[in-house]
Each structure stands twice: as structure tokens, then as C-alpha cells.
């Protein structure tokens, strides 16, 4: 059973930081890159980064210099986000992606921007 679970979201002030987790199982991690996307109310879900088994990463402009992703030998990956913005404000969902049919999403965690 494959399950992606997503930890770390929560209500932040403007400027402020958060680190959100997603821990991995029934998958072979090292085979799959991992991102992050986010959906906002009312908008398409948007990739915000994402990392390859190999470690190459990609972030979406409206971040960089902001998020950091990460990912670790023990089945979990990360989103270090920082400097945060009321545009951040979303659901994020952790996906796992390798061929076409070994695509997975979690349930997602909400992340919330607001003073």
C-alpha cells in the first residue's frame, strides 16, 4: 500500500517560516522524483519544486530563493519554506512520479499566510 503522508502546515505571518515533511512507504523512493505542488482556492494545482533520485532540483519562479527542497535516505522529503507570502497561502500536496502509471499523491496539508 502506497501512502504519502504530509506534516508541517499550519497559519504563519507574512515573512515567517515553515518546513513542511512527507514520509514515503510502499514505493522504492530512490526511484522516484519527489515535488511538492499547491492548489489555491479557485487556481489550477501549480509544481512549486521538485527533486530527482539523483538530486537535481527545479523550482517554480514564483519561489526560488525562498523554498528549498530536500530529500533524505530515510523515505521522507522536504519543503523549507521561507520569506512567506499571502500568495503562498494553499493546499500543498506531496507527489511521487516515476514512469506514467507510478504516479502518487498524498492527501495534502494546508498552509495558510495571514497576519
Known amino acids: 500500500q502506497v501512502q504519502l503522508v504530509e506534516s508541517g502546515g499550519g497559519l504563519v505571518q507574512p515573512g515567517g517560516s515553515l518546513r513542511l515533511s512527507c514520509a514515503v512507504s510502499?514505493?522504492?523512493?530512490?526511484?522516484?522524483?519527489m515535488g511538492w505542488y499547491r492548489q489555491a482556492p479557485g487556481k489550477e494545482r501549480e509544481l512549486v519544486a521538485d527533486?530527482?533520485?539523483?538530486?537535481?532540483t527545479y523550482y517554480a519562479d514564483s519561489v526560488k530563493g525562498r523554498f528549498t527542497i530536500s530529500r533524505d535516505t530515510k523515505n521522507t522529503v522536504y519543503l523549507q519554506m521561507s520569506s512567506l507570502k499571502p500568495d503562498d497561502t494553499a493546499v500543498y500536496y506531496c507527489?511521487?512520479?516515476?514512469?506514467?502509471?507510478?504516479?502518487?499523491w498524498g492527501q495534502g496539508t494546508q498552509v495558510t499566510v495571514s497576519s
Open positions: 527533486i530527482t533520485p539523483s538530486g537535481r
Open positions: 510502499g514505493i522504492i523512493f530512490n526511484q522516484h522524483t
Open positions: 507527489n511521487a512520479a516515476w514512469t506514467s502509471s507510478s504516479v502518487f
